[in-house]
């Protein structure tokens, strides 16, 4: 599975939109991006995920660069409650699946 | 739908003794993980299992930890003897299936393990 990039931490004011960055030059051409968040003590929650088209959900949207080595979630109107752990994960399907790398992801603050 | 549960959310054991973590998914999902969470430090892949079968155990420690996936309830994780160092957040995922929904885990909201 590709590795990824993310900065340690970020800020957002509320109710601005939250963009979040996710460098994986290594990913392979079967690998998804995938988008989890933890907020503090909770279970993970599944954001979004994509392959090579921008996606859009009722929580964020994905937009894969065109070479596929890097990726942004945007939150596009950050709340309190978005204050969380970010996570960036590139995995295939089959074989290993659900057996998800989390790296140390971003912190996002929002901040009133 | 009531998600993914587990229970105990809290459970304290002391040393030596047997720890007993369970874990339902959700409905209509037959694909079960489980991840542990050491305080101050990120999620870590222990084991996949189906119904009645360990699929991918390659985080799952050598000794005193084992899972089970019954045709009928839930998942259990259970550790053997426990130690101080078994202290963290167990959690639990279930997702469907095949294609690129197999790593959309739904996860649940933990069991904390102090081992005192």
């Known amino acids: 599975d590709a590795k990824t990039t993310q900065p340690p931490s970020m800020d957002c004011a509320e109710g601005r939109a939250a963009n979040l960055p996710c460098n994986h030059s290594?990913?392979?051409?079967?690998?998804?991006v995938y988008w989890y968040r933890q907020i503090h003590s909770q279970g993970p929650q599944y954001i979004i995920h994509g392959l090579k088209n921008n996606e859009t959900n009722e929580m964020a949207s994905l937009i894969i660069t065109e070479d596929r080595k890097s990726s942004t979630l945007i939150l596009p109107h950050a709340t309190l409650r978005d204050t969380a752990v970010y996570y960036c994960?590139?995995?295939?399907?089959?074989?290993?699946?659900?057996?998800?790398?989390f790296g140390k992801g971003t912190k996002l603050s929002v901040k009133p | 739908n009531a998600g993914v549960m587990q229970n105990p959310r809290h459970l304290v054991r002391r040393r030596g003794q047997e720890a007993r973590l369970r874990c339902s998914p959700m409905k209509g999902h037959s694909h079960v993980y489980w991840y542990r969470q050491l305080p101050e430090e990120g999620l870590k892949f222990m084991v996949y299992l189906q119904k009645e079968n360990i699929i991918d155990e390659s985080g799952m420690p050598k000794e005193r930890f084992s899972a089970e996936f019954p045709k009928e309830g839930p998942s259990i994780l259970r550790i053997q003897q426990v130690v101080r160092g078994d202290s963290a957040a167990y959690f639990c995922a279930s997702s469907p299936g095949q294609g690129s929904g197999a790593n959309v885990l739904t996860f649940g909201a933990g069991s904390r393990l102090t081992v005192l």
């Open positions: 994960i590139v995995k295939g399907y089959g074989g290993s699946q659900g057996n998800l790398i």
């Open positions: 290594t990913i392979s051409g079967n690998e998804y």
